[in-house]
């Protein structure tokens, strides 16, 4: 009898050794996915603090006046920001103040006159070019509607 209940004391033990070993290792595992998680977050938000981001939107004004709004979507400075107009039909850019430096969560006004045109088209791609912190020369380009 002696020898069945040291026989279950053993692998009890040995059963609970085993337990904490594979929940250790478990845990040592995630532990190790947390860290590599969190040390990837911190590089991208420090490339993203780096970072801006330039885009545009289009508001209608009234007797064919209207303006491009470009805005700088990043955390970073975004310099020398270009907005280079494609020749279109119908479409003649009246102030265009670039290159300028537009700060985080900031914005300019480019003004346009569109012009009742029969081949003017509802769309125009706007190459944005800029240098930020990350990078001396990014480029972008953005289809806005006319509308």
Known sequence: METASLII?????????????????????????????????????KIDQKKAIIEANFVKGSNGKSIVKVYNKG???????????????GVHVSSNPLPIDIRPKNSIDIRIVLF??????????????????LCESN???????LN
């Open 116 to 133: 009742m045109s029969s081949n003017r088209k509802d769309k125009i791609d706007l190459t944005f070019t800029w240098s930020d912190d």
């Open 139 to 145: 480029q972008s380009i953005q289809t806005i509607p």
């Open 9 to 45: 004391s053993c692998l009890a033990l040995f059963f609970g050794i085993y337990t904490y070993c594979r929940h250790d290792r478990k845990i040592k595992i995630m532990d190790e996915r947390i860290k590599e998680y969190q040390i990837d977050s911190f590089e991208k938000q």
């Open 75 to 89: 955390i970073a400075i975004a310099r020398n920001v270009n907005v280079n107009f494609p020749e279109m039909e």
